[in-house]
């Protein structure tokens, strides 16, 4: 996992208090995560310091041996931090860089930029442009991009195949941004788009008759037992109604994340090491990865547990910790199980306080919550009142982050 105090060379760019991160997913055609597309929200300018700022945030991430052998990172650089020499010791696999387009550039400008655009390429780093790249005046730089970003929000569905064509023509692969719809979703993946951002994917889709997916049941039954400390000969009854059920939790209870030096190998004697409360947010887990929905789904819902109980760590007590985590994986139950929020909760019996955030978006972890979504885009205002509301310093907040996302990743490896 990731440690706050994690070393750094010493003439590698540092991140400050100062800066503030978030992410942006990119899913591919399958809705399974391709990367993380990190920028800033801390309003520094486009420069040395907010890219410095990121890239060691980068670094950080790429310490995770499971994230920086599945997913890419996305980072924003200007021109001038295009020749630092910051990124001679990080594999350029690892690294995709959205290069600035300046406004106003004249043509001299263009030439020299598409010279270190060239240099940079060189090295084997990927390179992303924006949509300005199909213009004409750009062309001498779209010919060394790897990645073109659309923004869809701003352009007409009528000329979007006629711009993915281009696209296609200058041999770049398309990331089709602000994607919230899932039929402009739909329509995209009919035109070839095979890399995707949004929320499109995080919305709910009702099933016919609101009824849960029979291993989701089971595994909202068995939160329900947890929940009510239920004798433990009923809770083995439930888990040898379904095997994989049994082996997934005993998985994760193993997994190095409670720290346990003996390995556990029933659920009874899980019950007894660290107690059913504890088990309960395994069990919020297990639904997370029940592999109904998209993928991204998963990984977003435990990043999000782990990222809010890291930030209630800083205030609140183990317990309500726990909750927090219950809250951040459950704040996409609807999305997780194609059911309404409130009929997915029915019977669980969760506290008032964590029922509160999940359906009325108040109470005592709706701060936490609100920042935690927050870290999911490039929301300014919300990261920054949220914070602030909470007495975190944005460096408290970027490392919470960093440790949420590489022990998801570590965590769901397998």
Known sequence: MIQADAPTRPDAPTAGDGSRFARQVILDARNAIHGYELTDVSGAPPGLERDAALLAHARLLLASKPLAERRVLVLP???ASLSAGWLQDVDPQQLVLAVDMPQGLDAAGIAQGAEQLAAIKAQGVRLLLGQEAL????????????????????LPAPALPSVIKLAAAAKVRVIAGSVHDPVRHADLLGLGVDLFQGSWYAKPKQRKGHKLDPNQAVILELVALLR???DTAEIEELLKRDPGLSFNLLKFINSGAFGLATEITSFRSAVMMVGMQRLLRW?????????????ALGYTAVVRGRLMELLASELLTPEQCDQAFVVGVFSLLDA????????????????????DALLYRRGLFQPFLALTEACEGANDDAFARYASELLLSGHQVNMAHLQSLAWAEELLAT
Do not use: I
């Not at 069990?283 to 993928?295: D, E, F, I, N, W």
């Not at 997780?336 to 029922?355: D, I, N």
């Open 228 to 230: 009510r400390e239920a």
């Open 135 to 154: 213009s004409s005046s750009w062309r001498p730089w779209l010919q060394h991009a790897d990645y073109l970003k659309l923004d869809v929000a701003r």
């Open 336 to 355: 997780m199980t194609g059911v309404p929020m409130e009929q997915a909760l029915e019977g669980l019996a969760l506290p008032t306080a964590v029922t």
């Open 283 to 295: 069990a919020t887990v297990l639904l997370a990865t029940s592999r109904s929905g998209a993928p």
């Open 77 to 79: 650089c200007s021109l």
